[in-house]
């Protein structure tokens, strides 16, 4: 599947919901452990822009207008020190998994981040979730942290993973 992806709008966010919702059952990609609604996700969607945190939206080529993936890039930390550092999060629908989607979404964001004002890029994956972490591991995250057993999820605890990787020239000092 070749990419084509595009600045998420307002209309985009139930489909963005409905696919965050779609991985909360697997307990393999998010700590929610029930559906969200879609104001309750207004917030966070709001916080995007396609300046410095883009929230990418990919549709799907053979029905032009469903969206099947999603990418956002969002603020680490909430500090402005940490301005220069994002974290990227992707997500994809059932039908869209296993194509090479994520790592095209991945490999986009990475070529993007640096005209974003991004040198420096997280992940946060559940050690669990193997998929997520060779994708990571994949494009030269490394592990940057462990958090271990903080979630439960289900009654298991999980540990969270968190990835890293630089780009381009490293500012000493």
């Keep these: 599947m070749s990419l084509?992806?595009?600045?998420?709008?307002?209309?985009?966010?139930?489909?963005?919901?409905?696919?965050?919702?779609?991985?909360?059952?697997s307990r393999q990609v998010t700590a929610d452990l029930e559906p969200v609604s879609v104001e309750s996700r207004l917030a966070w969607f709001q916080a995007h822009g396609p300046q410095t945190r883009p929230l990418w939206v990919v549709e799907?080529?053979?029905?032009?207008?469903?969206?099947?993936?999603?990418?956002?890039?969002?603020?680490?930390?909430?500090?402005?020190?940490?301005?220069?550092?994002?974290?990227?999060?992707?997500?994809?629908?059932?039908?869209?998994?296993?194509?090479?989607?994520?790592?095209?979404?991945?490999?986009?964001?990475?070529?993007?981040?640096?005209?974003?004002?991004?040198d420096t890029v997280l992940g946060f994956v559940f050690g669990h979730n193997d998929a997520s972490m060779r994708l990571f591991r994949g494009f030269g995250f490394d592990v940057w942290g462990s958090l271990p057993r903080v979630a439960v999820l289900d009654g298991v605890e999980r540990d969270l993973v968190i990835l890293g990787k630089r780009l381009g020239a490293q500012n000493a000092g």
């Design 60 to 118: 799907d080529p053979r029905e032009p207008g469903r969206v099947i993936a999603w990418l956002s890039f969002s603020d680490f930390y909430g500090r402005p020190a940490y301005q220069r550092t994002a974290e990227v999060s992707i997500y994809l629908d059932e039908r869209a998994r296993g194509q090479g989607l994520g790592k095209q979404l991945l490999a986009a964001s990475l070529e993007a981040a640096p005209g974003l004002g991004i």
């Design 4 to 25: 084509s992806y595009r600045d998420a709008t307002l209309d985009d966010l139930p489909a963005i919901v409905a696919i965050y919702n779609s991985t909360v059952a």
